[in-house]
């Protein structure tokens, strides 16, 4: 299978004045084109830092990413990074961070506004996205007027509105009932299997880890299988 | 884009509630701050009419009655009268003097006194001119145009006395006398009346001319008074003798060399000198004790309270609302908005709050200027009308310049007051951002 993402030593350290932590020893990894890939491990082992570190949110202390064959990192100029977090990457994350001051309509078209797309063509998208979420009679409600499920719902149609390869997710159904949480999954599933994106997601559910291709677990910073 | 940002600005209006008011209410403060300081920077920076650098004032006094060196015998009129022509010509014969003018006591520039008059023109169909004076004594040698440098309204040219001035009533007015009075500027020998009792023929027409600093030019007249100096017991405060140095002569070395050696030998009679003054010192005392120079002072220091109230307030606001905003900076970093892009956006924000409690306080200013009349006197002395070709004197130019400079001033001081905290927060890594406090 090709490749879409390719870790390389990854080491992470956090430096406090006091302490020093590694969060991440030496990570290699890779993630096949379409594959829907699980996170697994013990709170704190670093789960959360690998995620954003693929996700060019945080910079490893050293070691190599490559995300469909193009080196990233740090020696990349502000806009190019957020050219590549713009196309190639949409996350979802545990707390949703949708953007409180905006209705969910103009939550779910950042993307696009942030890519210089159109008024008229980004509204278009934003109707479709939400359908599909189930959410199109909600679009002029604000967060905090929607149950944590749906906010999930709109923080993924946020997150696909830009046909990004890749889907970033950690613990999308941390903060939500199991029933909630199975409609997310669902959802996740779905994008998987009928567009072929490429997901990692980041969970402490076996039962969720077990329906995807295959699960990575960490101990300590370190992968163990 | 602007749509969303307003709905987003609509939706923050708790937060913003605050320093929307604060701007309103500074708005409104710096307005009315800011006008009397931009008229009195308009009128000071009016042209003088004449060149205040190189003028002189020679001060005089007189012997008292219980000085020691006061001299009974020389207190006569003739012999005072003989001991100002000497003084006059020790000062016209100094190398470093060029020029010089014996005028009529305090008519001349900044001296604070006000020499008023009434010009009437040759025809019955127009009003009489209010004028200020300034008078000065045919003594041989002297020339007020020259020593003040007049210019004519006409040539540009520093103008002189024509050669005939003392056998004829010859006066010579600003431009705006000859405006008022003939409609025109090239009006040389055109006929006018003092007062309505002397003929005059008009010898010349000046530019307008600024007898203080942080006034506006009064329509004003030149002209000899009697045909020489006379004998009196007061000629120290009735004659105010100005010269000018030649070019090129060092202000300071003159003024050493002044003091040292012409000062202590300049005493006829009871008369004696104490000094001189630069004329643009009169002027400084002048704006001084008007409180001219005071309106500038404290309009400026409000001006800046003012807007380091804005500065503070928005710096405060946005490091409040940037703090809470962490999360979504990092949100926006994270759906691929560019640290530039996040910049903009706050910029934005600032410049909408700034131009909504601009149009807010203008109008508010604009009811109220309306209400008072809409009409700014600006540093204009009583009786007079507004020359209009001044933006001050026009309300409607005065309102907008004023209107501009505040919104203007706001929105600079504002954007800087939100470009530090944002500056700050957007270089953080997205993922610290994003991280749960
Ligand atoms: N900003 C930080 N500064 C210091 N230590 C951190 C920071 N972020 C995470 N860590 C530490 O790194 C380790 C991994 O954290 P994280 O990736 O959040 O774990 P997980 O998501 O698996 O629970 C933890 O020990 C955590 O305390
Ligand atoms: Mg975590």
Same mark, same amino acid.
């Given at each position: 299978?090709?490749?879409?993402? +390719?870790?390389?030593?990854?080491?992470?350290?956090?430096?406090?004045?006091?302490?020093?932590?590694?969060?991440?020893?030496?990570?290699?990894?890779?993630?096949?084109?379409?594959?829907?890939?699980?996170?697994?491990?013990?709170?704190?082992?670093?789960?959360?830092?690998?995620?954003?570190?693929?996700?060019?949110?945080?910079?490893?202390?050293?070691?190599?990413?490559?995300?469909?064959?193009?080196?990233?990192?740090?020696?990349?100029?502000?806009?190019? &990074? *957020?050219?590549?977090?713009?196309?190639?990457?949409?996350?979802?994350?545990?707390?949703?961070?949708?953007?409180?001051?905006?209705?969910?309509?103009?939550?779910?078209? &950042?993307?696009?506004?942030?890519?210089?797309?159109?008024?008229?063509? !980004?509204?278009?998208?934003?109707?479709?996205?939400?359908?599909?979420?189930?959410?199109?009679?909600?679009?002029?409600?604000?967060? !905090?007027? &929607? !149950?944590?499920?749906?906010?999930?719902?709109? *923080?993924? *149609?946020?997150?696909?509105?830009?046909?990004?390869?890749?889907? &970033?997710?950690?613990?999308?159904?941390?903060?939500?009932?199991? +029933?909630?949480? *199975?409609?997310?999954?669902?959802?996740?599933?779905?994008?998987?299997?009928?567009?072929?994106?490429?997901?990692?997601?980041?969970?402490?559910?076996?039962?969720?880890?077990?329906?995807?291709?295959?699960?990575?677990?960490?101990?300590?910073?370190?992968?163990?299988? | 884009?602007?749509?969303?940002?307003?709905?987003?600005?609509?939706?923050?209006?708790?937060?913003?509630?605050?320093?929307?008011?604060?701007?309103?209410?500074?708005?409104?403060?710096?307005?009315?701050? %800011?006008?009397?300081?931009?008229?009195?920077?308009?009128?000071?920076?009016?042209?003088?009419?004449?060149?205040?650098?190189? /003028?002189?004032? /020679?001060?005089?006094?007189?012997?008292?009655?219980?000085?020691?060196?006061?001299?009974?015998?020389?207190?006569?009129?003739?012999?005072?009268?003989?001991?100002?022509?000497?003084?006059?010509?020790?000062?016209?014969?100094?190398?470093?003097?060029? =020029? $010089?003018?014996?005028?009529?006591? =305090?008519?001349?520039?900044?001296?604070?006194? $006000?020499?008023?008059?009434?010009?009437?023109?040759?025809?019955? %169909?127009?009003?009489?001119?209010?004028?200020?004076?300034?008078?000065?004594?045919?003594?041989?040698?002297?020339?007020?145009?020259?020593?003040?440098?007049?210019?004519?309204?006409?040539?540009?040219?520093?103008?002189?006395?024509? @050669?005939?001035?003392?056998?004829?009533?010859?006066?010579?007015?600003?431009?705006?006398?000859?405006?008022?009075?003939?409609?025109?500027?090239?009006?040389?020998?055109?006929?006018?009346?003092?007062?309505?009792?002397?003929?005059?023929?008009?010898?010349?027409? #000046?530019?307008? $001319?600024?007898?203080?600093?942080?006034?506006? @030019?009064?329509?004003?007249?030149?002209?000899?008074?009697?045909?020489?100096?006379?004998?009196?017991?007061?000629?120290?405060?009735?004659?105010?003798?100005? #010269?000018?140095?030649?070019?090129?002569?060092?202000?300071?070395?003159?003024?050493?060399? #002044?003091?040292?050696?012409?000062? @202590?030998?300049?005493?006829?009679?009871?008369?004696?000198?104490?000094?001189?003054?630069?004329?643009?010192?009169?002027?400084?005392?002048?704006?001084?004790?008007?409180?001219?120079?005071?309106?500038?002072?404290?309009?400026?220091?409000?001006?800046?309270?003012?807007?380091?109230?804005? $500065?503070?307030?928005?710096?405060?606001?946005?490091?409040?609302?940037?703090?809470?905003?962490?999360?979504?900076?990092?949100?926006?970093?994270?759906?691929?908005?560019?640290?530039?892009?996040?910049?903009?956006?706050?910029?934005?924000?600032?410049?909408?709050?700034?131009?909504?409690?601009?149009?807010?306080?203008?109008?508010?200013?604009?009811?109220?200027?309306?209400?008072?009349? #809409?009409?700014?006197?600006?540093?204009?002395?009583?009786?007079?009308?507004?020359?209009?070709?001044?933006?001050?004197?026009?309300? /409607?130019?005065?309102?907008?310049?004023?209107?501009?400079?505040?919104?203007?001033?706001?929105?600079?001081?504002?954007?800087?007051?939100?470009?530090?905290?944002?500056?700050?927060?957007?270089?953080? /890594? @997205?993922?610290?951002?994003?991280?749960?406090?």
């Amino acid at each position: 299978m090709e490749k879409i993402i +390719k870790l390389n030593g990854i080491n992470k350290v956090y430096r406090t004045n006091e302490i020093e932590t590694q969060a991440l020893e030496n990570v290699n990894l890779e993630v096949g084109k379409g594959e829907f890939v699980s996170i697994m491990g013990p709170s704190g082992c670093g789960k959360s830092t690998l995620l954003n570190i693929i996700g060019l949110l945080d910079a490893p202390s050293s070691g190599k990413i490559e995300i469909n064959g193009d080196e990233i990192g740090t020696h990349m100029s502000d806009r190019a &990074l *957020a050219r590549f977090r713009n196309q190639t990457l949409g996350f979802v994350f545990q707390s949703f961070h949708l953007i409180p001051s905006l209705n969910v309509m103009d939550n779910v078209q &950042l993307p696009l506004v942030y890519r210089g797309v159109s008024h008229r063509e !980004s509204v278009e998208r934003a109707r479709i996205v939400l359908e599909r979420v189930g959410l199109s009679h909600r679009m002029r409600h604000i967060p !905090s007027q &929607l !149950s944590g499920g749906q906010c999930q719902r709109v *923080a993924i *149609a946020r997150a696909i509105i830009g046909n990004p390869e890749i889907i &970033l997710t950690d613990e999308p159904t941390g903060n939500l009932d199991s +029933k909630m949480g *199975a409609e997310v999954m669902d959802i996740l599933h779905e994008l998987n299997r009928n567009d072929g994106r490429t997901i990692v997601m980041v969970t402490h559910n076996e039962e969720q880890a077990r329906q995807t291709d295959r699960i990575v677990r960490f101990f300590d910073g370190r992968q163990v299988c | 884009m602007v749509m969303t940002l307003l709905r987003q600005m609509w939706n923050r209006r708790r937060q913003n509630g605050w320093i929307f008011l604060e701007l309103i209410a500074v708005g409104i403060f710096l307005w009315v701050v %800011l006008d009397p300081l931009c008229v009195q920077i308009a009128n000071k920076n009016i042209d003088r009419g004449y060149e205040q650098d190189g /003028l002189y004032l /020679l001060n005089m006094d007189k012997y008292g009655k219980r000085s020691a060196r006061y001299s009974r015998e020389y207190d006569t009129d003739s012999i005072g009268l003989e001991n100002y022509h000497d003084i006059i010509r020790v000062i016209c014969n100094l190398p470093e003097v060029g =020029s $010089f003018v014996v005028n009529e006591s =305090s008519t001349f520039a900044n001296s604070g006194s $006000f020499y008023g008059g009434n010009l009437y023109g040759d025809s019955a %169909l127009t009003k009489d001119v209010d004028i200020q004076c300034y008078w000065f004594y045919p003594v041989g040698g002297s020339d007020m145009l020259k020593t003040y440098r007049f210019r004519d309204a006409n040539t540009g040219e520093i103008m002189g006395l024509s @050669p005939d001035f003392r056998s004829k009533n010859i006066v010579y007015v600003s431009e705006s006398v000859a405006r008022r009075l003939y409609g025109r500027t090239d009006v040389a020998g055109e006929k006018c009346w003092l007062g309505n009792r002397n003929c005059n023929e008009i010898g010349g027409v #000046f530019r307008d $001319f600024k007898d203080r600093d942080y006034n506006q @030019p009064y329509p004003m007249m030149v002209a000899k008074m009697g045909s020489t100096i006379r004998g009196s017991k007061t000629m120290h405060w009735r004659y105010s003798i100005v #010269f000018r140095v030649k070019d090129g002569v060092d202000a300071d070395g003159f003024e050493h060399r #002044f003091n040292e050696e012409v000062k @202590p030998a300049l005493v006829r009679g009871n008369y004696y000198c104490t000094g001189i003054s630069r004329l643009g010192e009169y002027a400084r005392n002048m704006a001084e004790m008007t409180g001219d120079l005071n309106v500038v002072r404290k309009n400026t220091i409000f001006a800046m309270f003012g807007l380091c109230c804005v $500065f503070l307030g928005m710096v405060g606001t946005f490091w409040v609302q940037v703090n809470a905003r962490r999360q979504e900076i990092g949100v926006m970093r994270s759906l691929g908005a560019s640290k530039y892009r996040i910049m903009a956006q706050f910029i934005m924000e600032a410049l909408i709050l700034v131009t909504v409690t601009s149009v807010i306080a203008i109008a508010v200013m604009g009811y109220y200027v309306h209400a008072e009349g #809409f009409f700014a006197k600006g540093g204009m002395q009583s009786g007079e009308m507004p020359d209009m070709q001044y933006w001050q004197n026009n309300p /409607l130019p005065h309102f907008m310049i004023i209107s501009l400079v505040m919104y203007l001033s706001l929105l600079v001081i504002s954007i800087i007051g939100t470009c530090i905290p944002v500056g700050r927060a957007i270089r953080e /890594l @997205p993922a610290d951002a994003l991280r749960e406090e």
